[in-house]
């Protein structure tokens, strides 16, 4: 049989994703590589936390096929999407 606790906190230790779906976004250069393949990715959907980082499928216009990469492999290219209004 299982108990739930009452009153209980909701945990907050599963990261939450950074970037947002339809985003563009850049990898990180590992070690001084350069990238081979196109440079900047959109991001195509949000998958669940692998090893503590969120994870996405990203594609770019140069590939014919989709990444999946952890977080923490990212980083923002140009401007934030920040609800329906892009920075400007």
Known sequence: MIRFQQNARPRTDTPSHLF????TVRMKSRGGLLLKTAELFEIKSRLPV???SPQYRIRSDQETHE???TEDNLEPA???VVGNNPAA
């Open 78 to 80: 140009g401007n934030p």
């Open 67 to 69: 990444r999946v990469t």
């Open 50 to 52: 692998k090893d503590g």
């Open 20 to 23: 947002a779906i339809g985003q």
